[in-house]
Every structure is written in structure tokens, then in C-alpha cells.
């Protein structure tokens, strides 16, 4: 289900999953940006415009899905940047300007990550993909939202998770040091929507944060190593209001061990734990 910054919305309607791949084919880009810029885009409106095509079937004021599809596709080119929050923010303010019936417009875009391995050749890189989020509408910016999502973390160990509630239903051990697993997706706004363009430089350093959070911390549960995260996030990017942090516990099932030096581990099964929390300012 679609939610909207500016509130419920009766009717709303839009394109899914476009993909558009930007190369600089000559391979001229500025320094520390990228020759590909991959992204796949949904975009929803929203207007009473729109309302007809619902309860009477005209459709005269309806811009087909598949213009949607190749308006974010064409106008790619159009694009000068290379981070995703001035990407939605094109997107939306075009497509404003091109359709007056249109009254507000969601776009997000989630980056299709290739990391240079040569002058000339890319590959997928990842497993985690940034993402960002605007809503405009013609009086304002109402959302700028950024974030990682796809997190893959693996610590060797100094994770402990123990003195919970035992009673009649726990079968689990107390566990001092377990290897552990985690997915985490991570999404946070700004103090002012304007914040959020920062040429992609807020999103690299909280993934660096991310990763020296999750090596440097020993911890007694994922929530408390989200909730580290989550305070230092706020501690250090001033521009960020709010953020929000799900984790899977996704810890590898246990084959063999020697002691705590070596083991033998398998994917985890399910079903898995999630651990929300966000936090504002
Ligand atoms: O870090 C954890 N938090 C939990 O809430 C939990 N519950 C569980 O079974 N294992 C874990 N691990």
C-alpha cells in the first residue's frame, strides 16, 4: 500500500518499477561521480482530474501509465546530476509543469548500483541500493526521504543476546557470542526537504557510519545495535530530522563449532525476526 506525506489520498495512480540506465557512454564524467547512473522509478499521482476514469470510465484527462513509463525513461536524458533525491525531484517538478491537471506527484527512485572495474567495463555492485522519495505538489516540497535499503552485515561475533523473558514458551539458549546476520534497511528525512540535496554525500557517509557502527559495537541485541546507529545518525548529520531502521535478524543456523575460534554455519531459515525503531530529533 502507497502512502503519502500530504495525507490520505481518495485516488491515485502511476508506473512501477521503470528502469532507466544513464550512461556517459564517452566515459567523461566528473571526479567521484560515475559514468552509470541505474534507477528504477514508481511514480503516483494524484489529482481529481483523475476521478472520472474511476467512477465513469472517461478518460479524457488521463495520462496513460505507459506515458508515465516513457516520460521517466526519455527525460533520463535530460538529467544532469547523479544522486537520487535531485532525480525525483526533476522527475516530479517535470511532470508537474508538463500536465496542469496533475495535482501532486510521489516519484521514487532506487539506485541500480555498477561499480567501475575497468576504464570501460561495469558490473552490478550492491547488495545495498540507495533510495530516495519526494512528493511535490504546486505549493511545496512535501517529502524528501533518503535511504539504504538491502543492508547485508556479517560480524564474526560479539554479539550476545541473553536474559530475556524464560518461561513455559522458550526453547532458544542464552547466547553470549553468536556470529551474527542481519539485513537492515535504513530511510530518514530532513529537517528542511532542501537538505536532501547533497549530491548523493549524506547517503556514502551514513553507509560508511553504518559499517563502522556494525564492526566497532559489541552488542547484546539488534535493536541495540540499531538504536547505536540510529542516535549517531542523529548526532552526526545535523540536517537529518527523523530516521527510521528495520532490521531482520537473519543470524545463520549453527552446523558445527569448535569451541569459538571456527564454525560451520547455513542460512537461516524461517521464520526470522524484524526490529523496527525510528527516531526523531
Ligand atoms: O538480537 C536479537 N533480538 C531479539 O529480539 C531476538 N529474539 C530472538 O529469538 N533472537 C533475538 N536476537
Redesign the pocket.
Known amino acids: 500500500m502507497e502512502r503519502f506525506a500530504s495525507g490520505w489520498k481518495r485516488n491515485y495512480y502511476g508506473k512501477a518499477d521503470v528502469t532507466a540506465y544513464r550512461l556517459h557512454r564517452d566515459g567523461r564524467v566528473p571526479e567521484g561521480t560515475s559514468a552509470v547512473f541505474g534507477a528504477n522509478v514508481t511514480m503516483l499521482v494524484y489529482g481529481d482530474a483523475f476521478w472520472p476514469t474511476y467512477t465513469t470510465g472517461d478518460n479524457t484527462d488521463l495520462v496513460a501509465t505507459d506515458s508515465m513509463k516513457n516520460f521517466i525513461q526519455r527525460e533520463t536524458l535530460d538529467f544532469d546530476g547523479n544522486d537520487l533525491e535531485q532525480y525525483c525531484l526533476f522527475l516530479a517538478e517535470k511532470f508537474l509543469a508538463r500536465y496542469p491537471q496533475v495535482e501532486g506527484v510521489q516519484v521514487s527512485a532506487t539506485d541500480v548500483p555498477y561499480a567501475a572495474r575497468g576504464a570501460w567495463t561495469f558490473s552490478p555492485a550492491g547488495p545495498e541500493r540507495a533510495m530516495a522519495r519526494v512528493e511535490v505538489t504546486r505549493a511545496a516540497c512535501l517529502e524528501a526521504t533518503s535511504g539504504i535499503r538491502g543492508f547485508r552485515l556479517l560480524r564474526l561475533g560479539g554479539s550476545a ?1 541473553k536474559g530475556f523473558v524464560r518461561d513455559e514458551y522458550t526453547t ?1 539458549p542464552e547466547i553470549t557470542n553468536r556470529p551474527l546476520h542481519m539485513w537492515l534497511d535504513l530511510e530518514w528525512q530532513y529537517v528542511q526537504p532542501g537538505d536532501a540535496l547533497t549530491d548523493g554525500a549524506t547517503t556514502r557517509a551514513v553507509a560508511r557510519l553504518t559499517h563502522d557502527v556494525f564492526d566497532a559495537f559489541e552488542s547484546g ?3 541495540q545495535i540499531i538504536y547505536a546507529l540510529g542516535m549517531r545518525m542523529l548526532a552526526e548529520f545535523p540536517a537529518i530530522a527523523q530516521v527510521h531502521l528495520e532490521a531482520n ?1 537473519r543470524t545463520w543456523d549453527t552446523v558445527t563449532e569448535r569451541g569459538e575460534a571456527i564454525g560451520v554455519y547455513t542460512d537461516a531459515r524461517p521464520p526470522y ?1 524484524c ?1 523496527g525503531l525510528s527516531l526523531r530529533r
Do not use: H, K, P
Request: aromatic share 12%; proline share 0%.
Open positions: 543476546f532458544l541485541s539488534i535493536q535478524n525476526g526490529l
